[in-house]
C-alpha cells in the first residue's frame, strides 16, 4: 500500500482523501467530487465510474475517460479510502474545493 498505485506507464499520487459521510440509517457514504478532474463534466449526469485497487479509489468521468482510453487515470479523482468499503456513495464538490483548487488539471 503506502499510499501509491503502479501502473505499466506512471505512478498515481493521490489527489486527496475520500470524505465519508453517515447516510441517516447508519450506513457509511463515500462521498465523491461532482465534478469531474478535467472540470467539464457534472460527474452525476455524465456517468463515473469508481474503482478501487490498493488503498486508493479512481474516480473516473465516462466522456473523459473515453476520450483519453490509453490513460484513463491521468484524466480521474485519485484518493485515498479508509475504514471498511462502502456500498453506496454521494457526489458533493463541497468537500474537495480545496482539493479541486490545489489540484488542476494538466492537460497531455
Ligand atoms: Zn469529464
Redesign the pocket.
Known amino acids: 500500500m503506502g499510499g501509491r498505485a503502479e501502473t505499466s506507464d506512471n505512478v498515481i499520487t493521490p489527489h486527496g482523501d475520500v470524505v465519508y459521510r453517515g447516510d441517516g440509517l447508519g450506513n457509511r457514504v463515500s462521498v465523491f467530487p461532482a465534478t469531474?478532474?478535467?472540470g467539464?463534466?457534472q460527474?452525476g449526469q455524465?456517468g463515473y465510474r469508481a474503482v478501487e485497487h490498493g488503498g486508493l479509489v479512481v474516480v473516473s468521468?465516462?466522456?473523459?475517460a473515453a476520450a483519453h482510453p490509453d490513460r484513463p487515470a491521468r484524466?480521474a479523482w485519485v484518493l485515498r479510502v479508509s475504514g471498511a468499503p462502502t456500498r453506496s456513495a454521494e457526489l458533493d464538490d463541497l468537500p474537495y474545493l480545496r482539493m479541486v483548487a490545489n489540484a488542476p488539471f494538466l492537460p497531455d
Open positions: 469531474c478532474r478535467s467539464e463534466h460527474v455524465e468521468c465516462v466522456p473523459c484524466h
